[in-house]
């Protein structure tokens, strides 16, 4: 095969060789840290691949050679532009999760010292279980090296550098397509907004991502409330015909609002004390899933009342359906959907649950089938929980894996 003039970044990959197995270790592979693994049947050897060759590497030979070979994608280098709360989040997630790999974060506001004390200490969260070192150019984090910068315009990040050409954009300033594209020219190659965008296409993990095909260089991940909605929608829509439906989100409060009474010229019951008040608040959650299930575009609207809790959101979902069914009906097709195509995503539970059981759950929404109601056959009020920061961070990393997967298979 003759390769092409230009190719993307060389792709690593891991394999794995049984001990015993008879495949020669080429020039070309060397032992993963020039070591074995301490596994106790397998040694692993890594080497890299320019994409157009890791899809005709020989498989045939491998496996002619030995059975236990195993050869996968390593984790995706990824930058983080902003460390605030989601992006301090995103990273903690992303030390549980295999297929990412956080190498640079910016931030023109927080210095280096001060970033590692942020992501070791987390009143909501607790502390940060693992090894944090404070470098001259960046954190050493459970023995990984992360570059930080301190760039306010995105165009000036480097980070090829880093070889970070995935960033989650998440200061909530650049939300936008136009925006969010200035990371490409550090060397970025995608970008992930991590919060709803006017234009930039939105993609909700278990909903819509099979529907990204690598043409855009920006993407959104929505909105946590529509993270929630979307997958619940789905399940019913796709199982009932939702007709119309109002959605409630019960909103824990966010760091845009108010310690104290303050001006808010915008928004003047979002500028009360936000923890002694029950505010009632707008959202486009709920208009958000038309965009990313369209048959159900201009049936759906919503909106929020934040209240005086740090973290863990409900979602309040009453619908009028088309296929009647009893509530029991209805609660088996979620947890059917919650064990089989969604899992990971949506989970179903039975237990008397309160917010702070689900701080820190991973799942996009926690179906509550002790909370719904219905008033008859085709009316039905369903109600699923989800934390708002930790749960939506893993699905930004989730959605980040996807797309690279994809991308490199093109």
């Known amino acids: 095969m003759t390769p092409p003039t230009i190719c993307p970044p060389p792709l690593r990959f891991f394999l794995f060789l049984h001990k015993q197995s008879s495949l020669p270790r080429q020039s070309h592979l060397k032992n993963h840290q020039n070591n074995h693994t301490t596994a106790t049947d397998t040694s692993e050897a890594v080497f890299n691949l320019p994409s157009y060759l890791a899809q005709e590497t020989s498989r045939k030979t491998f496996l002619q050679t030995s059975s236990n070979i195993v050869l996968r994608m390593a984790p995706t280098k990824v930058g983080i532009n902003g460390f605030g709360r989601i992006g301090r989040i995103v990273f903690r997630n992303a030390i549980e999760h295999d297929d990412i790999d956080i190498v640079a974060v910016n931030d023109p506001f927080i210095e280096t010292e001060y970033a590692a004390y942020m992501l070791k200490y987390d009143s909501t969260h607790g502390q940060f279980k693992g090894d944090i070192k404070v470098l001259a150019d960046g954190l050493e984090v459970n023995g990984k090296k992360v570059k930080f910068y301190t760039e306010r ?7 090829a550098e880093s070889e970070a050409y995935y960033v989650v954009e998440s200061t ?23 919060a709803p965008s006017a234009d930039a296409p939105m993609y909700v993990m278990g909903v819509n991502n099979e529907t990204y095909t690598g043409d855009v260089d920006v993407i959104s991940n929505a909105s946590c409330t529509t993270n929630c909605l979307a997958p ?42 936000a923890a002694q008040n029950i505010i ?51 609660k088996a097709v979620i947890k059917k959907a919650a064990d089989g195509p969604l899992k990971g995503i949506l989970a179903y539970t039975e237990d008397d649950v309160v917010s702070t059981d689900m701080n820190g759950d991973n799942h996009s929404s926690i179906f509550d089938a002790k909370a719904g109601i219905s008033l008859n056959a085709n009316f039905v009020k369903l109600v699923s929980w989800y934390d708002n920061e930790w749960g939506y961070s893993r699905r930004v990393l989730d959605l980040l894996h996807y797309i690279s997967k994809v991308d490199n298979k093109q």
């Open 280 to 330: 009632p608040s707008s959202t486009g959650a709920a208009k958000a899933v038309g965009k990313v299930i369209p048959v159900l575009n201009g049936k759906l609207t919503g909106m929020s009342m934040r209240v005086p809790t740090a973290n863990v959101s409900v979602v309040d979902l009453t619908v009028r359906i088309e296929k009647g069914a009893s509530y029991d009906e209805i």
């Open 172 to 194: 909530g300033v650049f939300t936008t397509t136009e925006k969010a594209k200035a990371h490409l020219k550090g060397g970025a190659k995608k970008v992930v907004i991590s």
């Open 232 to 273: 619940l929608a789905k399940v019913i829509n796709d199982e009932f015909t939702i007709i119309e439906g109002l959605m409630t989100t019960i909103h824990s409060y966010t760091a845009t609002q108010k310690t104290v009474d303050g001006p808010s010229a915008k928004d003047w019951r979002g500028g009360r004390t």
């Open 153 to 159: 315009d995105p165009a000036n990040i480097p980070w």
